[in-house]
Structure formats: structure tokens, C-alpha cells
């Protein structure tokens, strides 16, 4: 069966960096493009990043853009997300996602992962 399993996540002081990893398991992984998506206590879960299936396109919402970067080794079955300038705001359970078409919306993601908590402290 499909598995997508992240790890990376942590606490982190404002300004700090981190990087969480997703590695995917039971699709073609080359096949599917990838997203980023977090939800923080008390609301809804919103699209952070997307990249497309060879890597070649990336796609941000606007209050992560210049900040994060989405990557992908196709080798490894593995998708990043590096996150640098970190603040408060950014603090939520961050999940990874596989879709066959990709875009910004939940609903065009096939398969998703557990998540992983980033916690980021003033």
C-alpha cells in the first residue's frame, strides 16, 4: 500500500531553519507530483508548497514564498521542504501529499501522510 511518512520536524527558535523530509513508498514515485501542506491548532489545513512530477516547476503560497523551498529526489522517493526565516505563525502539523495532477487544492491529492510537528518559539 501507499505510505508517505515524514520526519524533520521540531522546535525551532524564530528566525532558524529546518528542513522535513517525506519518503514515499508503494507508488511510482516519479509519477506524482508532490505538496506541502499544514494546519495550525484551531484551523484549517492549508496548502504550503507544490512541485511538479520531474521537479522541474515549484509553486508556494504567498506566506511562505522567498522563505521556503520545495525539492524532490526522484531517486530516493523523497520530497524536502526547507524552511528558513521561521516564525511563530509558521508553527503547525505539517503534512506531505502525493496527487497525479498537483495544484493548491486538498481535494486533487490522492494520498497523504501523518504529518510532522514544527514548532517554532518567539
Known amino acids: 500500500q501507499v505510505q508517505l511518512v515524514e520526519s524533520g520536524g521540531g522546535l525551532v527558535q524564530a528566525g532558524g531553519s529546518l528542513r522535513v523530509s517525506c519518503a514515499a513508498s508503494g507508488l511510482t514515485f516519479s509519477t506524482y507530483a508532490m505538496g506541502w501542506f499544514r494546519q495550525a491548532p484551531g484551523k484549517e489545513r492549508e496548502f504550503v508548497a507544490g512541485?511538479?512530477?520531474?521537479?522541474?516547476?515549484?509553486y508556494y503560497a504567498d506566506s511562505v514564498k522567498g522563505r521556503f523551498t520545495i525539492s524532490r529526489d526522484n531517486a530516493k522517493n523523497t520530497v524536502y521542504l526547507q524552511m528558513n526565516s521561521l516564525k511563530p505563525e509558521d508553527t503547525a502539523v505539517y503534512y506531505c501529499?502525493?496527487?497525479?495532477?498537483?495544484?493548491?487544492?486538498?481535494?486533487?491529492?490522492?494520498?497523504w501522510g501523518q504529518g510532522t510537528q514544527v514548532t517554532v518559539s518567539s
Open positions: 501529499a502525493a496527487s497525479r495532477w498537483g495544484g493548491l487544492e486538498e481535494s486533487g491529492y490522492d494520498y
Open positions: 512541485i511538479t512530477r520531474s521537479g522541474g516547476s515549484t
